[in-house]
């Protein structure tokens, strides 16, 4: 009987401390598109709003949500933090973002539809906290569908993702259907050069890039509905290896679009889905966070998609 009470006990001090985050992590409310920043011992996690009613037509997205976490299990939630309406040359639809800091600034990158450009397009807002207030840095977009002629579409200016490289040079990769990337100036809201394309397979949308050792990852969505695939290089100019899949099609949802950090030492694989109780679906996404494991040859494991989550670092 003492033997029971003591495993008892242990066990439940493991449940304790080893709290489960449980997939989707928002239940109360419909996101996408997440990007996460650690900074300061802290994990802000800005994400995509699904407004969409019924599910059955299009994405519905006006604002950009935040939550941040000091264990990944339990969120804060800071509310909209950026609206469409903040860029005055947009005209809506607040697709994919990346926020990321450089000396002291917070960097809002976003997708929104132009409103007198035709197609979509990439603002940057900018801030002194993670939290905000964030205000349109330009006011004008960075990236418009005109500076790129690779494709027909009006789409393919979209879901930004920043990279800053060891010797300070920041770069944005961003792109639908054609992946692209430029250096930015040191001020980060202009663009430094020419815009280059990217040599990767079956290329959808939302590029991610991030290193780890002396590899450097280009993650991206692949195919429709997609997979998220990734390649690798030793210089963020690449060229880049093809790898293979590193996550699934994600359930109920054609879209996947990944961010990927190291926070107290784990890596986490951060995603959407459509599998939110009762009504998750195409246009009502949720974000889930699953570990993300290397292999000792610097390649990724294939990702676990769970409904129990991660355990918060300990
Ligand atoms: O959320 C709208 C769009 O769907 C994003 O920009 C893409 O990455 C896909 O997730």
Partial sequence: MRKFV???????????????????????????????????????????????????????MHDWLLFSSTDMVNWK????????????????????????????????????RHASINGFAVGVAVA??????????????????????????????IDPAIFIDDDGQAYIFWGNSVPKYAKLKDNMIELDGPIHTIDIPKFTEALWVHKKGDNYYLSYASGFPEK????????????????????????????????????????????????????????RRAVSIDPLYYNPDGSLKRVVMTSEGITAPQ
């Avoid at 469409?84 to 600034?105: L, P, R």
């Fill in 128 to 157: 002194d906290n993670p939290t905000g207030p964030f205000k349109d840095a330009l006011g004008k977009a960075l990236i418009t569908n005109d500076m790129t002629t690779q494709t027909s579409i009006d789409w393919d200016d």
């Fill in 228 to 283: 998220i695939a990734y390649a690798m290089s030793k210089s963020i100019t690449g060229p880049w290896e093809y790898k293979g899949i590193l996550n699934e099609v994600a359930g109920n949802s054609p879209t996947n679009h990944q961010s990927i950090i190291e926070f107290k030492g784990k890596d986490y694989f951060i995603y959407h889905t459509g599998a939110a109780e009762p009504d998750g679906g195409e246009f």
């Fill in 6 to 60: 003591a495993t008892l006990a242990l066990t439940s001090s493991i449940c304790a401390t080893q709290a489960l985050a449980e997939n989707p992590i928002f239940k109360e409310v419909r996101t996408a598109d997440p990007a996460a920043m650690v900074h300061n011992g802290t994990v802000y996690l800005y994400t995509g709003h699904d407004e969409a009613k019924d599910n059955k037509t299009f994405f519905e």
């Fill in 77 to 112: 939630r800071h509310g909209a933090v950026l609206h469409t309406d903040d860029f005055k040359w947009a005209k809506g639809d607040a697709w994919a973002s990346h926020v990321i800091e450089k000396n002291g600034k917070f960097y809002f990158y976003t997708t929104v």
